[in-house]
Nanobody, 116 residues
Framework: VQLQASGGGLVQDGGSLRLSCAAS????????MYWDRQTPGKQREFVAR???????DYADSVKGRFTISRDNTKNSVYLQMNSLKSEDTAVYYC???????????WGQGTLVTVSS
C-alpha cells in the first residue's frame, strides 16, 4: 500500500491550497480516508475524514474552511484548504484505515507553510 501526498507549499495568510493523496494497493472508496497534520513538538492531529459511505467529519479548527473529497476514478483523496491561517502551518499526512486492519497506512506527508 502506498499513499502519495502532494500539493503542499508556501502560501500567504488567507490563501488557498489543494492537497492530493494518490493511493495504490487499496481502494479509497472502500476505506476510511483521513487528513492529519503535525507541527514540530506537537502530536499529530486529526483534520478531516471521509468514510466509505461518504460521511465526512472535520476538526473544529478547520470547519467551514477545509473540504475533503474523493475521486474514485483516480483513486485519490483531496483536501481543499481555503482562508488559510498561520496556525495551519504543518506537515499534512494522508491516512487510510479499515476496521479489518490492525494498523492504518500513512503517506509521507506534504509541508504547508502559511506566512502572515
Amino acid at each position: 500500500v502506498q499513499l502519495q501526498a502532494s500539493g503542499g507549499g508556501l502560501v500567504q495568510d488567507g490563501g488557498s491550497l489543494r492537497l492530493s493523496c494518490a493511493a495504490s494497493g487499496i481502494m479509497v472508496s472502500n476505506n476510511y480516508m483521513y487528513w492529519d497534520r503535525q507541527t514540530p513538538g506537537k502530536q499529530r492531529e486529526f483534520v478531516a475524514r471521509i468514510a466509505p459511505e461518504d460521511n465526512i467529519d472535520y476538526a473544529d479548527s478547520v470547519k467551514g474552511r477545509f473540504t475533503i473529497s474523493r475521486d474514485n476514478t483516480k483513486n485519490s483523496v483531496y483536501l481543499q484548504m481555503n482562508s488559510l491561517k498561520s496556525e495551519d502551518t504543518a506537515v499534512y499526512y494522508c491516512r487510510a484505515w479499515n476496521p479489518a486492519w490492525s494498523d492504518p497506512y500513512w503517506g509521507q506527508g506534504t509541508l504547508v507553510t502559511v506566512s502572515s
